[in-house]
């Protein structure tokens, strides 16, 4: 059950890729140096920024599975979303006061000020290879299965959304990549608001009958289990803690997310920016699971059971090139685009700032702003080719399981990193030697949970957690050092909070 492209739908396709390229190029500020490259000038309103933050997260891979998921089984996975519930209280309240006092200019910067610069210098080239990894892999998956629908080579696909995004990246900054990411976002969602509402008047009954058949065939909630008293066993509930952890972890580790917290010195418009991208996140899982349901309905109404099997994660693709109208399918489908050029540029930007500034500029402490700029630019420009080229070795080779594989083990080491910062930020005993210890004893623990054992994916997080604070701060007790965050006056820590009132700023102490 494939569609056909039309010739409108091309045009709107790659008319739309060329608009994103103009509006990448159109929004550089002329002559942006140092930490305007990096930074931005202060300028981007923050919802642009909460937008920037939910497309960087919500990859191609994601706009498909989450209606196929629920087109072939159920809601189980949307309690992952509530996860937020946990992670943006946690962000807002733990760690934003403490990065916004520090004025850091990445997220790894942290790490030295709290521990010392080669857990900067880890944790900086753990999320470089990982990074370059997952770009490559988001260009040679979603390409896979747009080209199974609409016909267009794989290789055209990869070339189009590679350098777009790259061209646009190293030109504009990271305030080129705000903007095109708000773009984006807006295509995304507008486009699922409307597929869906072309759904709802295609089925017999509308919303009503979506619930009512929905409900018969268990596609929401049915036989899942709430909460199994193991919980290193599948369970919403453990769906829902390690889910809420793990995006708790993106927030205040991953350089691609810290980065965009750290485009303003405003309290406040941080907590708006993830504010606002909770909810844009937890409102556009829950639009494209409906989506998914509805989806199941729609072809049960017109085939009985012999409704379309197969890869459910091309269910919502085969849709909408098969029964919207011609010149609609190029404008949803370039959605799909949307989202890959917006995670793309997010990691060729990150990667950008973290090789120059917490790589390049800790070797060379006396970089000039202008020679850090250059090698931005040629960074990205290089990292962009370079996932270009893998993405296209992955689409006409055998090794792609095996990349997937390193790909995962690198994402779960990544994770580790979060469990470091939260020892920073929530301890004071913990020190330098502590923390490195510590990191790697939960990195030898997490892979052999994660490949020697059965327990669900979603206890990692938690795991991890766990095992970061005991190891680091026991390990800290066992090798003798001063900590940096004993000293109050440097604010390392959460409980080293200044409060500003009438004004006045006014140091509290928490012991």
Known sequence: MTGEFEVIDYIILFGYLLFILYIGIAVAKKGMKGKEFFKGDGKIPWWVTSVSLFATLLSPISFLSLAGNAYSDSWQLWVAQLGLIISVPVAIIFFLPVYRNLDLDT???YLERRFDKNMRLLASVLFIIYQIGRMSIIMYLPALALSAITGINVLFIILFMGVIATIYSTIGGIKSVLWTDFIQGVVLIGGGIFALIVLIFSIEGGVPEIFSTGLENNKFFSEEVFFDPNLVNS?????????????AFSYISSQDMVQRYLTTNDLKQMNKMTIGNGVLSLGTATLFFFIGTALFVFYTQQMGSDIPTGNSDLIFANFIVSELPAGVSGLLIAG?????????????????TSWTLDIQKVIKPNLSDEKSTRIAKSVSTIVGVFSILFAVVLAY???SSAYEWFNGLMGLVLGIVGGTFTLGVMTRKANSKGAMFGFIATTIIAIYVSYFTDISLWAYSIINLINSLIF??????????????ENKDLELTFYDRKTELNGYKNETYAE
Request: no cysteine.
């Open 107 to 109: 997220a790894y910067e």
């Open 235 to 247: 369970s919403l509930f453990i769906i829902f803690l390690g889910a809420g952890l793990s995006t």
């Open 336 to 352: 799909l685009f949307a989202a890959g050029q917006s995670t793309l540029s997010t990691g060729l930007n990150s990667v950008a």
């Open 397 to 399: 080779s055998d090794i």
């Open 472 to 485: 680091g701060y026991v390990l800290s007790l066992i090798f003798s050092g001063k900590s940096k965050a």
